[in-house]
């Protein structure tokens, strides 16, 4: 199919839906500026796509992805112990069509055409651009023997978030859960962490004699450092093991066992549940299309407008986890920039250069036990000097609250996903 | 109102009657966007999309732009750690008072939404 059927056809299926239930201010005035397709529709592709049509009405914006919903990794450590149901953190598509006028693709990317300012769809079909953005998340790099079907990850949020969750239930009274961490930079640093007092409070409540093991790779806890290991030295000390410097080298999955290193000394550590997460990398898309540079595991953007700084990637903006800026890879952040992107692809339609001042922020509001919660945000601003983004102000709770168990912290998730997917 | 309402556009606004002033404002695409709309983005994480919050968090849209600002250069000098006081710390006061025109600006239609908490 050449790149002028597949528009047609798209026009079809998703414009012509989309206008019969758009609100007033949208409809009959859309699709007839620039195309700028968004390929991911997670926190970031989600938000940019809704924003591009809410702040540029005349643009013609599609968003490809192979679901035809979101399952959002954020809030879903309670998914693990029954607390939140899955649903409440699947986010369709549909809305994005319904409510802002977005055409859907629902089928993968496989590579941008940067030279000729294209898409290659997994199907043969292309998509033209004027600007792309490039959401696709996280991809994993696992160790030797590492089967996901036996030790989830849980760190793409759906079928592996169920699949450890159904481990967990199944576990002895007296089992033992590990949760291995690779080393910084991943997704979410605070998150594994709380996923261990999420886990460890549901232990505490249901399976009396659990224990978990933390294999760290890094020296420290990497997110919340001080809310979490005043968690683990208190509140669950006769639950939670947390071990640094612990690099896992293989998995055995048939053994459930792990081989590692401690300060340089190899040994194994077998358990009944085991939460491997695998060290992180940009989505292939990124790599299959060249713009990520050889050694790195992340794509290089320029924060002001997040389009790539690789020679013969203009209007090619990549957001979210894939990029390598050096912000928290986080829900809250991948919004954030994609504001950012909107704003200035907005202005480069406009013949103007992007916001020179631009500010994001990211956030996480960990349960830390049945009743209490903490949080932690960071603002950060641009640096002219060494053009990147610096965190200019962070803070961390001074103590996990009730107050943000109940009413900040879930009133935050509502809005996140609703300003992100709604 | 800077930025002119497409005919068309300004059409559906009269038939929606209420239709919200940021919908008009945001409509011209060679226009710069709106000073402090970028800023302002960065509250509707937390705020909801608008400012309008779909949750027990406050909304924000429907303040003066002075009542908000006070508010906003109150947090920035508190010493209590709460989330906003941190955020409002990492924005100059011109910043805040961007954000505070925009919001003030675009805010104001109540009747759209539910404002759950006003605490
Ligand atoms: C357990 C856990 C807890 C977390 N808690 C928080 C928290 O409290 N606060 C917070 O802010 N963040 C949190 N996060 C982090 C947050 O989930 C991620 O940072 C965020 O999802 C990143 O957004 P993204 O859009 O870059 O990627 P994603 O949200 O992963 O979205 C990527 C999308 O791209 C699509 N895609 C991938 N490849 C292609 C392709 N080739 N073509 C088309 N589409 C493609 C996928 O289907 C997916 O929908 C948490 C993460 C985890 C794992």
């Known amino acids: 199919m050449n790149s002028l059927n597949r528009r047609k056809f798209i026009q079809v299926c998703g414009g012509g839906l989309a206008l019969a239930t758009l609100p007033l201010t949208f409809s009959l005035h859309a699709a007839s500026g620039a195309r700028v397709v968004v390929i991911g529709g997670g926190f970031a592709g989600a938000t940019a796509a809704k924003y591009l049509r809410l702040f540029g009405p005349d643009l013609q914006v599609t968003l490809v992805d192979p679901a035809t919903a979101h399952v959002s990794c954020v809030g879903s450590n309670l998914v693990l112990t029954g607390e939140t149901p899955i649903g409440e953190l699947t986010k369709p598509f549909a809305a994005l069509r319904d409510k802002y006028g977005v055409e859907l693709v629902a089928e993968p990317a496989v590579s941008i055409d940067a030279d000729n300012k294209r898409v290659n769809l997994a199907s043969g079909a292309t998509l033209d651009y004027e600007h792309v953005i490039l959401a696709p998340g996280i991809d994993f790099d696992p160790v030797p023997g590492h089967d996901f079907n036996v030790m989830p990850h849980a760190w793409i949020a759906g079928a592996q978030t169920t699949l450890l969750q159904e481990q967990l239930m199944a576990m002895a009274n007296d089992g033992t859960f590990v949760i291995a961490i690779p080393k910084t930079p991943f997704r979410a640093h605070t998150a594994p962490y709380e996923r261990a007092t999420v886990v460890a409070d549901y232990f505490r409540r249901n399976k009396p004699g659990a224990k978990i093991l933390i294999l760290d790779a890094n020296a420290a806890i990497a997110g919340m450092n001080r809310t979490f290991t005043a968690a683990f030295t208190g509140v669950y000390r006769d639950i939670v093991e947390y071990v640094p410097n612990v690099t896992v080298n293989a998995a055995d999955a048939l053994n459930r066992r792990l081989d590692i290193t401690r300060d340089g000394t190899a040994s194994s550590v077998t358990a009944e549940v085991i939460n491997l997460i695998p060290s992180q990398k940009a989505g292939k898309l990124l790599f299959d299309s060249g713009l990520v540079p050889d050694g790195s595991k992340f794509a290089p953007v320029n924060p002001l407008n997040y389009e790539s700084t690789l020679a013969g990637f203009s209007k090619v903006h990549i957001i979210g986890d894939s990029q390598s800026t050096g912000q928290a890879k986080s829900g809250h952040m991948a919004n954030s920039q994609a504001k950012v992107c909107v704003d200035a692809i907005l202005r480069d339609l406009a013949g103007l250069e992007p916001d020179p001042a631009p500010k994001t922020t990211a956030a996480a509001f960990p349960p830390i036990t049945r009743r209490t919660a903490s949080w932690t945000t960071v603002t950060y601003s641009f640096d002219a000097a060494t053009m990147s983004m610096v965190a200019s102000s962070s803070a961390e709770a001074p103590e996990p609250t009730k107050d943000v168990r109940e009413e900040e912290g879930p009133g935050w998730l509502i809005n996140l996903l609703s300003d992100s997917f709604a | ?119």
């Open chain 2, 1 to 119: 109102m800077k930025h002119l309402a497409t005919p068309l556009i300004a059409f559906t606004l009269l038939a929606a009657g209420s239709a919200p002033a940021w919908a008009a404002e945001h409509t011209d695409p060679s226009a710069e966007p709106p000073a402090g709309r970028l800023l302002a983005t960065q509250c509707f994480q937390c705020h909801g999309t608008n400012g309008q919050s779909q949750s027990e968090i406050d909304s924000i849209d429907d303040e003066s732009a002075e009542d908000l600002l006070e508010e906003l250069l109150e947090m920035k000098a508190s010493r209590k750690v709460t989330v906003m006081n941190q955020q409002a710390k990492a924005y100059s006061d011109a910043e805040l008072r961007l954000i505070a025109d925009y919001l003030g600006r675009t805010g104001g239609n109540d009747d759209d939404h539910d404002d759950r908490d006003d605490d």
